[in-house]
């Protein structure tokens, strides 16, 4: 079932607005700095980027999932792990990227936030210690799903949930992932479709592989 989303949908908390402009102010600070997105996207960073993000929690809700580590494999300038800290501080989330230039962004932002739920790593994702592990591991915008599961999964908690956020192709993805999904005996239990708060329609998918 599609889910369209709208700035007043339940998947915000009542203080969004201000929690969202209070990150905006600082995140723009730091994109004129180290060009973490386009300066074309910066218009569009409520509905393409912080939204976006926080969808996730279409995820929480549907499984009835409230607490536990979050891994996010190549966190970027931070999306999704700061809007989820933001909106989600029962968390223990942990952002993950090999560029110092932008872990070094993302935390700056995240002192600036007083984000206490948030850890960074500034590693390649294949040479962290596999012995640590995590209940939900989320990667957006990082590469193919078969590459991301390869990395992902070995990760994750046995129970432990990969969600993976994906636009066109999802199924052209998830079929080229089969053997990695063998390999590790995962399984996509569902595809959670959503659209962006814009103008014309944006189609997103949470891809949601079990372990």
Request: hydrophobic share 35%; charged share 35%.
């Amino acid at each position: 079932m599609k889910v369209r989303l709208k700035k007043s949908s339940k998947i915000m908390k009542n203080n969004t607005k201000t929690d969202f402009n209070n990150f905006k102010r600082i995140f723009l600070e730091e994109n004129s700095k180290h060009n973490l997105i386009s300066k074309g996207d910066e218009k569009f960073l409520y509905e393409k980027h912080y939204y976006d993000s926080v969808s996730l929690k279409l995820f929480f809700d549907k499984y009835k999932i409230s607490g536990g580590k979050i891994l996010d494999i190549g966190c970027g300038g931070g999306f999704p792990c700061i809007p989820l800290a933001i909106e989600f501080p029962e968390y223990d989330i942990t952002g993950l990227d090999s560029i110092r230039k932008k872990i070094n962004s993302v935390n700056t932002m995240k002192e600036s936030l007083g984000l206490n739920n948030l850890s960074l790593i500034c590693e390649r994702v294949e040479k962290l210690d596999k012995k640590e592990k995590y209940d939900i591991i989320v990667s957006r915008a990082v590469g193919e799903l078969k590459k991301i599961c390869n990395y992902a999964l070995p990760l994750l908690k046995k129970g432990g949930y990969f969600v993976a956020y994906k636009s066109k192709k999802v199924q052209e993805e998830i079929d080229n992932s089969k053997d990695i999904l063998k390999k590790f005996k995962a399984e996509v239990i569902d595809i959670i479709k959503y659209n962006l708060p814009l103008e014309d329609t944006y189609e997103r998918n949470l891809v949601i592989i079990k372990l």
